[in-house]
T-cell receptor, first 114, second 110 residues
Framework: EAAVTQSPRSKVAVTGGKVTLSCHQTNNHDYMYWYRQDTGHGLRLIHYSYVADSTEKGDIPDGYKASRPSQENFSLILELASLSQTAVYFC?????????????FGHGTKLSVL | QEKVQQSPESLIVPEGAMSSLNCTFSNSASQSIWWYQQHPGKGPEALI?????GNKKEGRLTVYLNRASLHVSLHIRDSQPSDSAVYLC??????????FGLGTRVSVFP
């Protein structure tokens, strides 16, 4: 069974601070994704990557950076955290691109920005 | 921005009954449509996908797709309390993106 591990499970950050969310997968998948989930908006794609050392913008990339230092690891960086970035963040991986491949999601990171 | 709308918002069914969920999407040029299940505090888990018009059955799950009416439905036969979760419809519109609906919360009571 595919495994996607996120850390931390929850985090409280201050407005204007830097936040790094980490994701590690043991599936040997090429594709990795960061989504956020909010009440009223559902899951929205922030950034994704299909190869190490390269990232692509998703639907809502503003205020976020991503880093893919290796096939297994994918980080989401909030340089200046804002109240509007309070949400649950999910990392996912897939063997090929999203349309025809199921995504394997981690358990999520609950981020509260105060 | 493509839109995916799900109905009903919530559904309460007795154990053993059929659960029927609906999803409409905004563009017939979509590729695959996926259904994901999400339990509280967990990440979504893929259940079933469909690409071609018609129906697809896997175990207790049946999905129907009608691209002309931009509609897809999921039916869960013999619903169990363990099926209680939020069900997300996800539509793929471009190479790497999935657009998710807000979900239908299903509660199955014994």
């Amino acid at each position: 069974e595919a495994a996607v591990t996120q850390s931390p499970r929850s985090k409280v950050a201050v407005t204007g601070g830097k936040v790094t969310l980490s994701c590690h997968q043991t599936n040997n998948h090429d594709y990795m994704y960061w989504y956020r989930q909010d009440t009223g908006h559902g899951l929205r794609l922030i950034h994704y990557s299909y190869v190490a050392d390269s990232t692509e913008k998703g639907d809502i990339p503003d205020g976020y950076k991503a880093s893919r230092p290796s096939q297994e690891n994918f980080s989401l960086i909030l340089e200046l955290a804002s109240l509007s970035q309070t949400a649950v963040y999910f990392c996912a991986s897939s063997d090929q691109g999203a349309p025809n491949e199921r995504l394997f999601f981690g358990h999520g990171t609950k981020l509260s920005v105060l | 921005q493509e839109k995916v709308q799900q109905s009903p918002e919530s559904l309460i069914v007795p154990e053993g009954a059929m659960s029927s969920l609906n999803c409409t999407f905004s563009n017939s040029a979509s590729q695959s449509i996926w259904w994901y299940q999400q339990h509280p505090g967990k990440g979504p888990e893929a259940l079933i996908s469909i690409f071609s018009n018609g129906n697809k059955k896997e175990g207790r799950l049946t999905v129907y797709l009608n691209r002309a009416s931009l509609h897809v439905s999921l039916h869960i036969r013999d619903s169990q309390p363990s099926d209680s979760a939020v069900y997300l419809c996800a539509v793929s519109y471009y190479a790497q993106g999935l657009t998710f609906g807000l979900g239908t919360r299903v509660s199955v009571f014994p």
